[in-house]
């Protein structure tokens, strides 16, 4: 039984050690030489093929530094692997909002309507990891209640997926609770 437990704690240590933090990155926003960095992973990464001609490490990198959430997502987000994907979706969120909101109001969104539709968006787009397996999903109860309370609008209206609001309020004394429950 002892053997077993030991062999089941080299398990855990050894998949910890390859499930690390792969994709589980800060994106590198501000860095026009990202798709060459050693930890890129994924679309729009460039590192030379030795089966051709041309030296693909030598390509321009895409410019990330004007995706929408650029300004909003310094954590760490899985979705370093796929930040090409994740622009595209979060812009056409934020346009898809943007369009609704001024349909049900005359004028331009405030500024804490934009910050708090920024925020909702880029959360939703570059969800928090603190690893390749342990991601955060769900969007603070207090962005998505921001959100619906300067905005006007909920994040199931235009969100391509749906809404990923945590709707359990979490304060001090009920966190862990509530990170576990998802």
Request: net charge negative.
């Amino acid at each position: 039984m002892a053997n077993h437990a030991a062999l089941i704690g080299v398990l855990v240590i050894c998949i910890s050690y390859v499930q690390a933090n792969k994709c589980c990155n800060v994106i590198p926003w501000a860095d026009p030489e990202w798709c060459h960095a050693s930890n890129c992973n994924g679309l729009g990464c460039q590192f030379d093929n030795p089966d051709t001609t041309v030296d693909e490490s030598k390509t321009q990198c895409e410019d990330i530094s004007k995706c929408f959430c650029a300004a909003v997502a310094a954590w760490p987000s899985k979705n370093f692997c796929t930040i090409l994907r994740s622009c595209k979706e979060a812009q056409a969120d934020y346009e898809a909002a943007r369009k609704k909101i001024l349909a049900k109001q005359s004028g331009n969104p405030s500024e804490e309507c934009v910050k708090a539709l920024s925020l909702s968006i880029c959360s939703y787009h570059f969800p928090t990891c603190l690893n390749d397996v342990i991601q955060y999903d769900k969007i603070c109860h207090s962005t998505c209640s921001a959100l619906n309370q300067t905005c006007s609008i909920t994040l199931d209206e235009f969100a391509q997926v749906g809404s990923r609001c945590n709707l359990k309020k979490v304060d001090s004394t009920n966190a862990a609770q509530v990170r576990a429950s998802g």
